[in-house]
């Protein structure tokens, strides 16, 4: 693990901006260190030893055709395996910073927090890739669907590192699928520039430890962080689905730095016995009248943790701000285990929040009303935890990942899949936009 | 012959005896109607019959088709034909009505030795059934009764009913919150489904009800137990004296 949190030293060839930057995150990191459970924003990550787990299999994805596909593999972009439209600007970071392509300047600049993820992320950013999403629509005005496949094939440690720049009033659905050597010690940043009236939904499927082959490794860990930064009147929809075998936190800042910009941020776990998974989420109002919103679901396994600390931060200046929060878990055995912290500091009275957080267990007279229809427990089960995670899927503005998702989540937990969304026409999955 | 039959039937709830010592016997083919006070234990009876947990049999017994129930779960009980129409039906949020009624006739039917109905082949069963009970189709794309009316609810109940085709029904107040017009699609539907072999048992506190599906056989269960058993003219007997003479067995 330590040596994800390394600096390495800085090229000598970077622009003034970024070294002055590097240098300063070798600094930071330098006086905060690795992380550690001491942290209030580390505090549930289970950092130490971490017993053997066997990875899960990976079923063949059923997503609908992307308009892109980019595969970052060990940390390197994978050219021959990727198909990226010309619209699209796909390059290392290094290129981008080299050729000074637009937003580039972004890199490491958009969570100034003192996140020893980002931070020493920022290090190893050259092997990273750039991504530049132009405005308006290409064929028959669908959302474009950019999917984004990060794997490991080797147990170690790796950086994997991601900017999107995504232009003023553009509209696009990003898939991260976060996958592979269930022994891999993984440090992946996604940095996300909405620009203006843009709307960008962000799926990140955190599939560490699922892999083609049956293997016992080392339980990996998972340290994923996304950060966005949301213009005036831009829109930005997280969707956070961790289901990785091992010790997993994802961390999603997003800083609303116009008015009328809004941050959904949603989450959905499922952590299996032995499995640690971590959900950690902070929105920054830093200007009046921007809206934020933020989900969890956790479903847990006997044996398995799963934590959640929710923050929202609205300032002495950001008046006008509406903020919502909920909370929830379902705990599926005697001895799982949630932590829910959900965390408003608000500064100022003119300001609409709600929130709640709620740890429970499936209701027992509803599985009685489904088996007494004949549904055996096993599927009974099985169709109120797709019950529960449907709300959070249907989020989802692509159909066929939504329920991809639901069937994830199932099978991550042994739980008998293809039920609760059969197919019976598009009426049953809903109507949202399906990209072509 | 009998379809159902429960002796001696005992049921705690919690720490509560409820049932104590019940008496009931079903033929095949007919309609019993149970009608009691508020808190008798009508709803414990029909909890009792299909298997709900914390409603603890102490003794006694409960026999379907000559076979004891007592050991199975509600989903096994449900597979050997029992299916209970509740006084409150259960909203579960999430779960979309259409694919959870597929899996629970394709459940019962791969009990019955039936082959299971694809996607296209069960919507044909299910029109024609949601048209049998005049429901909308527009109702089976929401959530399993989350936010449906109460009468929308009582319907969907008798819904998964016919669609079900059980040996045995329970009807716990499935009149009540029906509108009048509902009340009578309602008994359509439960009268539709009367043959030979399927017997039914109806609990209600009204007559009205019992005017459109006409009981072969009138309960009261009291205390804890059938205290009077006789024909449908007893429901007039109750309506105009009340509960209080009926006393013992
Ligand atoms: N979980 C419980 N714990 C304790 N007592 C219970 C519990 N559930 C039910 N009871 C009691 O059992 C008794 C019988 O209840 P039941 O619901 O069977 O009555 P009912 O005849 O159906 O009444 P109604 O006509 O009001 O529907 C009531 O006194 C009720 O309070
Ligand atoms: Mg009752």
Redesign the pocket.
């Known amino acids: 693990m330590s040596s994800l949190f390394t600096p390495l030293p800085t090229p000598a060839t970077v622009p003034g901006w970024l070294t002055i930057r590097l240098e300063r995150a070798a600094l930071r990191l330098t006086d905060v260190g690795a992380p550690t459970t001491a942290r209030e924003d580390w505090r549930y990550t289970r950092l130490g030893s971490r017993a053997p787990l066997s990875a899960r299999p990976l079923p063949t994805a059923r997503l609908a055709t992307p308009s892109a596909r980019i595969e970052l593999t060990d940390g390197q972009w994978d050219t021959e395996r990727s198909c990226v439209p010309a619209a699209l600007v796909v390059t290392t970071l290094a290129d981008a910073v080299a050729r000074e392509l637009p937003g580039i300047t972004m890199l490491g600049g958009i969570a100034d927090a003192d996140e020893p993820s980002l931070l020493s992320s920022l290090s190893a950013f050259a092997g990273g890739l750039y991504v530049h999403i132009p405005a308006g629509r290409p064929e028959g005005g669908a959302v474009p669907l950019i999917e984004l496949v990060v794997s490991a094939t080797r147990a170690g440690s790796l950086h994997q590192r991601v900017l999107f720049v995504v232009d003023a009033g553009a509209q696009v659905c990003i898939v991260e699928r976060h996958q592979g050597h269930p022994g891999a010690e993984r440090l992946a940043v996604t940095e996300v520039a909405v620009g203006a009236g843009a709307t960008v939904d962000h799926v990140r499927l955190g599939l560490s430890g699922w892999t083609g082959a049956e293997t016992t490794a080392a339980a990996g860990l998972d340290l994923g962080t996304v950060a966005a930064t949301i213009a005036a009147g831009g829109r930005f929809h997280s969707h956070i689905v961790s289901l990785g075998v091992g010790t997993t936190r994802t961390a999603v800042h997003a800083t609303l730095h116009g008015a009328g910009a809004h941050a959904a941020l949603r989450a959905l776990s499922a952590t299996p016995a032995g499995c640690s998974h971590d959900y950690y989420s902070v929105i920054d109002h830093a200007v009046p009248g921007a809206t934020s919103a933020q989900t969890t679901k956790g479903l847990i396994a006997d044996g398995g943790v799963a934590s959640v600390v929710a923050r929202v931060l609205i300032g002495r200046g950001a008046v006008g701000s509406s903020t919502t929060q909920s909370l929830k878990a379902l705990l599926l055995g005697a001895s799982a285990k949630a932590n829910l912290k959900p965390q408003l500091e608000i500064d100022n009275d003119a300001v609409k929040a709600a929130h709640g957080a709620a740890v429970g267990r499936l209701d027992p007279l509803q599985l009685f009303f489904l088996q007494a229809r004949g549904l055996d427990s096993a599927t009974a089960r099985a169709l109120l935890i797709a019950g529960f995670v449907q709300e959070v899927a249907d989020t989802i503005p692509n159909v066929a990942l939504a329920s991809e998702v639901v069937h994830y989540v199932l099978g991550g937990l042994g739980l008998p899949s293809g039920i609760g969304s059969d197919d019976l026409g598009s009426d049953d999955l809903g109507s949202d936009v399906e990209p072509s | 012959m009998n379809l159902l039959e429960i002796d001696d039937l005992h049921v705690t ?2 720490e ?1 005896p ?1 049932l104590v010592g019940l008496n009931l016997r079903i033929p095949a083919g007919e309609v019993h109607a149970v009608m ?1 006070p ?7 009876l029909s909890y009792a019959v299909a298997g709900r947990e914390g409603y603890d049999v102490t003794k006694g017994d409960i026999r379907l088709g000559g076979e004891s129930l007592l050991a199975l779960g509600p989903d096994e009980r449900a597979r050997r034909g029992v299916f209970l129409a509740f ?1 409150y039906p259960v909203e579960v949020p999430g779960v979309r009505s259409k694919p959870f009624l597929r899996a629970a006739v394709n459940a019962v039917r791969k009990a019955r030795g039936q082959a299971e109905l694809d996607p296209g082949a069960f919507l044909k069963f299910l029109r024609k059934t949601l048209e049998s009970v005049r429901l909308d189709e527009a109702l089976t794309n929401r959530d399993l009764n989350s936010g449906f009316s109460g009468g929308e609810k009582k319907r969907f109940d008798i819904l998964q009913m016919a669609l079900l085709e059980p040996r045995f029904c329970i009807l716990d ?1 499935t009149d009540s919150g029906l509108d009048i017009d509902a009340m009578r699609v309602v008994a359509d539907g439960v009268n539709a489904m009367r043959t030979p072999e399927r017997s039914m048992l109806v609990i209600t ?1 009204y007559q009205r009800l019992l005017d459109y599906i006409v009981p072969d056989v009138v309960h009261v269960l009291k205390d804890g137990r059938i205290m009077r058993s006789g024909d449908k003219s007893l429901v007039a007997e109750l309506e105009a004296r009340g509960y209080e003479w009926v006393t013992s067995p």
């Not at chain 2, 508020?38 to 414990?44: I, L, M, P, R, V």
Request: charged share 15%.
């Open positions: 709830v919690g509560t409820i009691g508020n808190g008798a234990g009508k709803s414990t006084q107040e506190h």
